[in-house]
């Protein structure tokens, strides 16, 4: 594949209808996630979306875009991702 037909998306946005159905696109990676909880990378930086019931309906790596459903109780942005703050929390409180 030439590199020159590869779409990369630069753009982010969010999409929630009805509190039911949720589509982002700009996602970089999905860290993690379960029925309650989704941690995602994206071009604006990292988002929790929380809820209940919650799933993929789609996934399209490649230009960035996911849809999730189920009820969407919040959705937060975060400047860094949690893994991180939680191990360095762990660590600080370790070797005090």
Do not use: A, P
């Given at each position: ?29 999905i860290d993690s996630f379960?029925?309650?909880e989704f941690l995602l ?56």
């Amino acid at each position: 594949m030439d590199k020159d037909n590869i779409i990369t998306s630069s753009s982010h946005s969010v999409t929630i209808n009805e509190r039911k159905n949720i589509v982002i696109t700009g996602v970089k990676k999905i860290d993690s996630f379960d029925n309650e909880e989704f941690l995602l990378e994206t071009n604006m930086g990292y988002i929790i979306i929380k809820g209940e019931g919650l799933e993929i309906i789609k996934l399209d790596t490649y230009q960035g875009n996911v849809s999730i459903k189920g009820k969407v109780n919040s959705l937060s942005y975060m400047e860094h991702s949690g893994k991180k703050e939680k191990e360095d929390n762990l660590f600080s409180k370790l070797f005090k």
